[in-house]
């Protein structure tokens, strides 16, 4: 069986792309790199600094000089990653409320987004990855072998988030999460650079109400008939 070289992954925030794709890459012998990673850590840090978003210049020298570690944790499906900052794991820190309001604005940011691609596309040439964020398929990795965009309802995902602060000892509002998710979803679709968006020759993946083996199957399936182009 001949299996695609890079897999480009995307979706929207609690979609189950992130588990999906690391149970995917698994079970296939991939190596899986959640983008969304860098973004996250990376308001963490300008948080922490004091910047305001709107510093755009002031941003882009941050994200050039921080130095970000991710170590996999295979036995973790949840946070298939451990996320270092200069030595410190920051892996609960960049899942808090304070940094998903926030990771729309930076990631909105043109120069940012340049700066942590290059990197992403470097990892991705070494090929065997599985790669997901929300613009992996239109930007970051246009000419990937098979591209996935993993979807969920509104509601779905909003209750995936709240059971995930819950389990993490947070503390969280049910209506809240998805009132915070409707913005954001709005923000990442709309914004001038990269847009989360399906890529024309992308496959739709519908999560909802649908186990995670049976959304791995759906795209097993996919993949054992895949033939190069």
Do not use: C
């Not at 996935?148 to 503390?171: C, H, K, M, N, P």
């Amino acid at each position: 069986m001949s299996l695609p070289s890079i897999i480009a992954v995307d979706g929207p925030a609690g979609s189950g792309k992130s588990t999906i794709s690391h149970q995917l890459a698994e079970r296939y012998g991939y190596l899986f790199i959640d983008t969304g990673i860098f973004y996250r850590t990376m308001t963490l840090v300008a948080l922490r600094a004091g910047i305001p978003f709107s510093n755009t210049d002031a941003l882009t020298t941050l994200t050039e000089n921080t130095h970000i570690d991710i170590i996999s944790q295979n036995d973790d499906p949840t946070h298939p990653y451990a996320v270092f900052v200069e030595g410190e794991d920051v892996t609960n820190q960049i899942r808090t409320p304070q940094v998903e309001a926030s990771v729309s604005a930076l990631s909105a940011i043109g120069s940012v987004r340049a700066a942590l691609v290059e990197q992403q596309r470097r990892i991705a040439a070494k090929g065997n990855i599985i790669m997901a964020g929300r613009d992996i398929g239109t930007v970051v990795l246009p000419h990937a072998d098979v591209k996935l965009y993993i979807d969920a309802s509104i509601q779905e995902r909003a209750r995936r988030r709240f059971q995930e602060r819950v389990s993490q000892g947070q503390s969280a509002n049910l209506a809240e999460i998805e009132a915070a998710m409707v913005q954001r979803d709005r923000v990442d679709s709309e914004r001038e650079v990269s847009p989360l968006r399906q890529a024309k020759d992308a496959i739709y993946i519908s999560t909802d109400n649908k186990s995670i083996e049976q959304v791995l199957g759906e795209i097993g399936e996919k993949l054992e008939i895949w033939q190069p182009a």
